[in-house]
């Protein structure tokens, strides 16, 4: 069976022309999806009873099981169960400038990058793009408050999972839909090349984010896999050709980490790295966790990083720190919540 939340509008349209209905449909089912939040095809009144039988024979309105939820001050992360017992995680962040919701694309990951949690479990299988919509749905429906941002930021590599998470953010933005602005979506990836080259021609608004984590190509493949793949000689190119040709600015996402990428050179090196483009670096505090080595760069380090970076005249900002008290970085909460068991 096909899943309704995995249906962009113009497969629905397609769908209905395919049974000799009028594609028009397509609206009055969004409508009732994502305007009304109805979760069964008999809820649907304006669509006749034949319809709805032939419609509930084909889809299914699959939902999502909140298994934990911790709520910290401004954020609450959700440890959700799908349909078959896979388990991932979604955290709502309260910004003063709306609700960001950050996503899962998979069951595990593969990309194996050594300070992340997600990564211990490798990659079980891709979410659908239905699955992606259901976390939205779920915690709208569960906290009654409106979602403003999507940041593809949870477990799994979203271009490993590309023609999902292309479909999901098609879903989403639809303005018959949830009618999420293209702005306010962010996919983060750890850079797959040839994925950032099909995005950067699919001329989709939504931001790129880059997970860099290291200024040169030694340290970088020290501590993420997937630079022995795709090193920063390729990669940064590419950046660059996206930036020229999207006309968009691109966030640099830099895990700091003590004694490892820290240090006033690796600064001094990324500005050199990163100099005349159309960039923001995001400075983040390293999350640490109890199966990883890594330890969290201090407050003064952070610091004297990022006034390295302003007096070179990159753009930059440190990440408030979401969640840590409530084991935030990605898979963490799968993991404790294994082990509990
Ligand atoms: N696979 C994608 C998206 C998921 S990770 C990517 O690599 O971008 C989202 C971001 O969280 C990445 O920048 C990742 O490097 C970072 N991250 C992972 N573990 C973290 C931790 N323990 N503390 C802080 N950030 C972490």
């Not at 940064?236 to 050179?265: G, W």
Request: hydrophobic letters at 35%; proline letters at 2%.
């Amino acid at each position: 069976m096909k899943e309704i939340y995995g249906q962009t509008f113009e497969m629905l349209e397609q769908y209905f022309i395919e049974i000799g209905d009028k594609k028009f449909k397509a609206k009055q089912v969004y409508d009732w999806l994502y305007k009304k939040r109805v979760t069964s095809f008999d809820e649907m009144t304006n669509i006749k009873k034949e319809l709805r039988d032939q419609l509930q024979k084909e889809f299914v309105i699959n939902s999502l099981k909140i298994l934990t939820k911790q709520v910290g001050e401004d954020v609450i992360k959700y440890l959700l169960e799908l349909n078959d017992g896979n388990k991932i995680e979604a955290v709502l962040m309260l910004h003063d400038y709306g609700n960001s919701l950050c996503v899962s694309s998979q069951v595990g990951c593969n990309m194996g990058c050594s300070f992340c949690e997600s990564g211990r479990l490798k990659k079980v299988r891709n979410l659908t793009s239905a699955e992606m919509v259901s976390q939205i749905l779920l915690i709208e429906q569960d906290l009654g408050l409106r979602i403003t941002h999507i940041v593809l930021m949870g477990i799994g590599e979203p271009f490993d999972n590309y023609e999902n998470v292309m479909n999901f953010v098609d879903i989403i933005n639809h303005p018959n839909g949830i009618a999420l602005g293209s702005r306010h979506i962010t996919i983060s990836t750890c850079g797959i090349v040839p994925k950032i080259k099909g995005f950067m021609n699919h001329g989709k608004q939504v931001n790129l984010a880059i997970s860099l984590h290291a200024p040169n190509d030694t340290l970088r493949s020290q501590i993420m896999k997937i630079n022995k793949a795709y090193s920063l000689k390729e990669l940064i190119p590419v950046i660059k050709e996206y930036i020229r040709k999207t006309n968009r600015r691109v966030t640099f996402e830099y895990i700091l980490l003590k004694n490892v990428n820290d240090s006033l050179e690796c600064a001094k090196e990324l500005a050199m790295l990163l100099r005349g483009m159309n960039c923001y670096v995001n400075l983040i505090p390293y999350n640490e966790t109890s199966h990883i080595e890594y330890k969290k760069s201090s407050q003064e380090q952070i610091m004297k990083f990022y006034d390295c970076l302003k007096k070179e005249k990159i753009a930059v900002t440190i990440r408030r720190e979401f969640g840590s008290k409530v084991s935030a970085a990605c898979g963490q909460l799968r993991s404790n919540y294994e082990e509990g068991k």
